[in-house]
T-cell receptor, first 114, second 114 residues
Framework: AQSVTQPDIHITVSEGASLELRCNYSYGATPYLFWYVQSPGQGLQLLLKYFSGDTLVQGIKGFEAEFKRSQSSFNLRKPSVHWSDAAEYFCAVVNSNSGYALNFGKGTSLLVTP | KAGVTQTPRYLIKTRGQQVTLSCSPI?????VSWYQQTPGQGLQFLFE???????NKGNFPGRFSGRQFSNSRSEMNVSTLELGDSALYLC?????????????FGEGSRLTVL
């Protein structure tokens, strides 16, 4: 089944610094990939998604992600982090073996320091 | 447009009891999915309903069940509760096929089993 791995459990960045969260997928064909964010006590919100086409995807809140087939990666980036970006970030891939349910990574917890 | 509403938000049960969680999707959305979120296992797919029919089911025991009503509202039930069932249960709705659309998550129902 398709799966994603998020190598970093925690990441700390200073406010205003750039951010890159890593996500690696395992799937032979072109996967359907997503990034979701979960603020404390909240549900998940979709940041962006990739199905096909342009490998650089723009999302909400100033986030973008780049699909790199050669590296099996779909990393999330933001040029300048704001304190409100502190949250848990999840990469996900559609699992076509399970009726297109989402397989989520374990998540990366982002801490933003002043 | 109102978001996905889950009730109750918090509940405490004891081992052996059963629990029913409710989810009202966004108006017009016909697909409802349920996910379990725990610190150890992360986000795991439980099941998905579309037009009152269960379309997919994750790898959970039969104690976990669900249903969907004609108005698209969904309930999930967990019988004979175990300590390991303590988790945040997230409901998500979408208009149609998840592979093409995005999932809109509720804030979740946090279940504690004592």
């Amino acid at each position: 089944a398709q799966s994603v791995t998020q190598p970093d459990i925690h990441i700390t960045v200073s406010e205003g610094a750039s951010l890159e969260l890593r996500c690696n997928y395992s799937y032979g064909a072109t996967p359907y990939l997503f990034w979701y964010v979960q603020s404390p006590g909240q549900g998940l919100q979709l940041l962006l998604k990739y199905f096909s086409g342009d490998t650089l995807v723009q999302g909400i809140k100033g986030f973008e992600a780049e699909f790199k087939r050669s590296q099996s990666s779909f990393n999330l980036r933001k040029p300048s982090v704001h304190w409100s970006d502190a949250a848990e970030y999840f990469c996900a891939v559609v699992n076509s073996n399970s009726g297109y349910a989402l397989n989520f990574g374990k998540g990366t917890s982002l801490l933003v320091t002043p | 447009k109102a978001g996905v509403t889950q009730t109750p938000r918090y509940l405490i049960k004891t081992r052996g009891q059963q629990v029913t969680l409710s989810c009202s999707p966004i108006s017009g959305h016909r697909s409802v999915s349920w996910y379990q979120q725990t610190p150890g296992q992360g986000l795991q797919f439980l099941f998905e309903y579309f037009s009152e029919t269960q379309r997919n089911k994750g790898n959970f025991p039969g104690r976990f069940s669900g249903r969907q009503f004609s108005n698209s509202r969904s309930e999930m039930n967990v019988s004979t509760l175990e300590l390991g069932d303590s988790a945040l249960y997230l409901c998500a709705s979408s208009f149609g096929t998840r592979a093409a659309g995005e999932l809109f998550f509720g804030e979740g129902s946090r279940l504690t089993v004592l």
